[in-house]
């Protein structure tokens, strides 16, 4: 308890820390010239390595594209009130598909100010006809431009795990979440009634087990 606010941030961080859902904003630490950064955390654990390697290697690509092309030109920054409103709608059954998310479309320099509407998820990662390029078109722009084009056997094996994302977003491959409530509604002992009982979730394990 006792620290020194001017010597560390211990105090500052034990609080701002446990408040952020899916970005956590870090400032410089005390003594440091490391700057200042922000950090995802908005993934969940998948069921399988696959899955889980295809969201790393998105969100890694994306926080390149964005150091690679933002230089204060690309900003999505959203006002607290409509991430939250965002996390609202997230929590909806079947939000990836049937939700729009407040996004900020000034996402071009030519704007020049914050302009906030509505996107699907399909639209937010796959793009927007001729409006918005989308999460994975920025990806592929900074691949295009890193030469990964010039190396046709990893741009191929990194398109695998990014149509995965891709797929998800357009609602045509399941999430986690879907297949699961699915599989639950389909068992033969379910009596949907929203009681999950220890026939069905063994037999949900068992499932999840063998993938």
Request: glycine residues 6%; charged residues 30%.
């Amino acid at each position: 308890m006792e620290q020194d606010d001017k010597q560390s941030n211990e105090h500052f961080e034990s609080i701002q820390s446990s408040v952020w859902q899916t970005l956590r904003f870090k400032p410089p630490q005390p003594n440091c010239d490391m700057g200042w950064r922000v950090e995802f955390r908005s993934m969940e654990v998948q069921l399988t390595d696959f899955e889980n390697a295809a969201f790393a290697i998105f969100i890694v690509l994306l926080s390149r594209a964005l150091l690679k092309f933002g230089g204060g030109r690309t900003t999505w920054g959203l006002p607290i009130s409509m991430v939250e409103e965002n996390m609202r709608r997230a929590q909806e059954r079947d939000a990836a598909r049937s939700q729009k998310f407040l996004f900020n479309t000034s996402a071009t320099p030519e704007l020049g100010r914050d302009t906030y509407g509505e996107m699907t998820l399909d639209e937010i990662i796959n793009g927007k006809r001729d409006e918005f390029e989308g999460l994975m078109g920025l990806i592929r722009r900074y691949l295009d431009s890193s030469g990964a084009e010039d190396q046709v056997t990893e741009r191929r094996e990194v398109e695998v795990y990014l149509d995965l994302v891709s797929k998800r977003a357009k609602g045509s491959l399941k999430t986690t979440a879907t297949w699961i409530r699915d599989f639950v509604r389909s068992h033969s002992q379910y009596k949907h009634d929203s009681v999950i009982s220890r026939e069905v979730n063994y037999d949900l394990l068992r499932m999840v087990n063998s993938m």
